[in-house]
C-alpha cells in the first residue's frame, strides 16, 4: 500500500512558475514510476509526464513538454513536477500516481493505481 501526498500548489499568475512536490507518506514509491496528472474544472484528468524509478524513463506530454518537467530524488523520496509560464488554461488539480507494479507506465490513467488527492492550482490573467 503507497499513500501519496502532493504539495506545492496554490495561486499564481501568468508567467508564474511552481514547484509541486509528491511524497509517500505511507509506504514507499522509490522502486516505482512515479506520473504526474491534472484535471481542470470540467474536463477529463489528463497526463503531464512520468519518471521511472531511477530517472532513467521519462515521458512527457507533448503539449506540455516544453514547460512542465517531471523529475524525482530518491534520496529525498520525492517526485517533482517543475511548471513554468503558468497559463489560466493551467489551473487545475495536479495529482501524482503510481503504478502497482515496477514497469515503466504510459500516459493512460487505468496504468496507476494508487492516487495521491492532488494539490490545486490556480493561474489568474
Known amino acids: 500500500q503507497v499513500r501519496l501526498v502532493e504539495s506545492g500548489g496554490g495561486l499564481a499568475h501568468t508567467g508564474d512558475s511552481l514547484r509541486l512536490s509528491c511524497v509517500a507518506s505511507?509506504?514507499?514509491?522509490?522502486?516505482?514510476?512515479v506520473g504526474w496528472f491534472r484535471q481542470a474544472p470540467g474536463k477529463e484528468r489528463e497526463f503531464i509526464g512520468v519518471v521511472g524509478w531511477n530517472g532513467g524513463y521519462i515521458m512527457h506530454s507533448d503539449s506540455m513538454k516544453d514547460r512542465f518537467t517531471v523529475s524525482r530524488d530518491n534520496a529525498r523520496s520525492t517526485v517533482y513536477l517543475q511548471m513554468s509560464n503558468l497559463q489560466p488554461d493551467d489551473t487545475g488539480v495536479y495529482t501524482c500516481?503510481?503504478?502497482?507494479?515496477?514497469?515503466?507506465?504510459?500516459?493512460?490513467?487505468?496504468?496507476?493505481?494508487?492516487w495521491g488527492q492532488g494539490t490545486q492550482v490556480t493561474v489568474s490573467s
Open positions: 500516481a503510481a503504478p502497482s507494479h515496477s514497469g515503466s507506465p504510459g500516459r493512460s490513467p487505468f496504468e496507476y493505481r494508487y
Open positions: 505511507e509506504g514507499t514509491f522509490d522502486q516505482y514510476a
